[in-house]
């Protein structure tokens, strides 16, 4: 029987392999019970909403919503939902990116198991926390944010970089094996990509971003 103090997780990620290491990993510790998981945003953000965790871990790319798009909405819908970020990368605009969507912390993937456990104690205890696996800006960052958003058709960091790859001429798979991202996120970004430029193709799309400088 699960006792009260455990602190509920909740894992998105599209891959499956992560998904599986982390659930199992974190069944051996004790305090840590993982309540749901969910391999695209969409479901996320559902599946969250029904279990009520104490923390999520999100992946920053994910089909359907993205990483950052999932923050945005559960910060609205549930404030005080701890909410880390992970990533592969740790460029910095990724992580102004996710802060100012509403994350309390952006966490890099290779981070070792005792200091994942470290870290999501912290967050749930609201205590400081310092770690090399962790990277966060501050709140600070979320005007600058919006109004970049707003300067670019509200593309994100991430599908401005798919834009690059579309303007060269890469193919989605190539883009994903660039990327490091499955080949069904590389769709989604393009998709997403179409919708907020008002375009049909790749042609239109590098088309418009020459027109309105996206890309510079």
Do not use: W
């Not at 992560?18 to 996320?44: M, N, P, W």
């Not at 401005?160 to 193919?171: A, C, N, Q, R």
Request: glycine share 6%; charged share 30%; proline share 3%.
């Amino acid at each position: 029987m699960e006792q009260e103090n455990n602190i509920k997780i909740f894992l998105a990620d599209d891959h499956p392999l992560i998904r599986t290491g982390l659930k199992h990993s974190l069944d051996q510790k004790d305090g840590f019970v993982l309540v749901g998981e969910a391999s695209d945003g969409y479901s996320a953000v559902e599946r969250i909403g029904e279990l009520s965790p104490d923390i999520a871990l999100i992946d920053m790319d994910m089909p359907g919503l993205s990483g950052v798009a999932v923050i945005r909405v559960l910060r609205k819908n549930m404030p005080d939902l701890k909410l880390l970020i992970l990533s592969t990368f740790n460029e910095e605009n990724f992580v102004r990116e996710a802060m100012g969507a509403g994350a309390d912390g952006y966490l890099l993937k290779n981070v070792p198991l005792d200091e994942l456990e470290n870290i999501i104690r912290c967050f749930c205890a609201d205590k400081e926390c310092f770690s090399p696996y962790l990277v966060n800006l501050g709140m600070k960052e979320r005007l600058d944010d919006h109004k970049r958003e707003q300067k670019h058709y509200g593309l994100t960091a991430r599908e401005i970089e798919v834009l690059k790859y579309i303007s060269f001429g890469t193919p989605n798979k190539e883009i994903s094996t660039e990327l490091f991202i499955s080949l069904e996120t590389v769709k989604s970004h393009v998709k997403n990509i179409y919708k907020k430029l008002g375009v049909k193709n790749r042609v239109e799309a590098v088309r418009l971003a020459s027109d309105k400088k996206l890309l510079e």
